[in-house]
């Protein structure tokens, strides 16, 4: 099964600031690559799609990039609303995969 | 509006078996290109797949979990079933299912939190 190796895993920033993180596959995943956010006692929800891709009605503030091996995602200023776990995923065989999550908390 | 629900036993004993329902609204489990998958989380800890299956009936399982898993489906009632057998407290989680859609989990379930203890 392919790996995916997220980091960090976990992160403290300021409002304000640019965020980043990345997650690597173990093999070639094309862009099959999707990012969530997680807040606590909630469901994950989809944020970015096939590595670079926003969601209807997601924030410009979020965006992703990457393909092959290695993808980053990017909080182009963090609000206070943004505290939460992001996970990526892979989809390359439709047999799933979730990096190991990244927790983001405000300084 | 698309809405999926898990239901099934908050408690189970080790050993036993699970049964976990998701019931869909909004979409059929006939629409080409679209599945359901059932994920879990343990408290703390990040999300597992578990399995998935499609339109056509392609199924597919965690490779670690395959032989504990089975996954079906009935248009009819717009229900998927997941079972899991002889279970431990370490798969104690929050059992999401999701539908997913090239690739995407575009729609979650709120999920249920399922306890394994004697």
């Known amino acids: 099964d392919i790996q995916m190796t997220q980091s960090p895993s976990s992160l403290s920033a300021s409002v304000g600031d640019r965020v980043t993180i990345t997650c690597q596959a173990s093999?070639?995943?094309?862009?099959?690559l999707n990012w969530y956010q997680q807040k606590p006692g909630k469901a994950p929800k989809l944020l970015i799609y096939?590595?670079?891709n926003l969601e209807t009605g997601v924030p410009s503030r979020f965006s992703g990039s990457g393909s092959g091996t290695d993808f980053t995602f990017t909080i182009s200023s963090l609000q206070p609303e943004d505290i939460a776990t992001y996970y990526c995923?892979?989809?390359?065989?439709?047999?799933?995969?979730f990096g190991q999550g990244t927790r983001l908390e405000i300084k | 509006q698309v809405t999926l629900k898990e239901s099934g036993p908050v408690l189970v004993k080790p050993t036993e078996t699970l049964t976990l329902t998701c019931t869909v609204s909004?979409?059929?489990?006939?629409?080409?290109?679209?599945?359901v998958s059932w994920i879990r989380q343990p408290p703390g800890k990040a999300l597992e797949w578990l399995a998935h299956?499609?339109?056509?009936?392609?199924?597919s399982y965690s490779t670690s979990l395959k032989s504990r898993l089975t996954i079906s489906k009935d248009t009819s009632k717009s229900q998927v079933v997941l079972t899991m057998t002889n279970m431990d407290p370490v798969d104690t989680a929050t059992y999401y299912c999701?539908?997913?859609?090239?690739?995407?989990?575009?729609?979650w379930g709120q999920g249920t939190l399922v306890t394994v203890s004697s």
């Open positions: 096939d590595a670079s």
């Open positions: 093999q070639d995943i094309s862009n099959y």
């Open positions: 909004g979409f059929s489990l006939s629409n080409a290109r679209m599945g």
């Open positions: 999701a539908r997913i859609y090239s690739g995407s989990y575009d729609y």
């Open positions: 299956i499609f339109s056509n009936d392609e199924k």
């Open positions: 995923q892979q989809y390359d065989n439709l047999r799933i995969t």
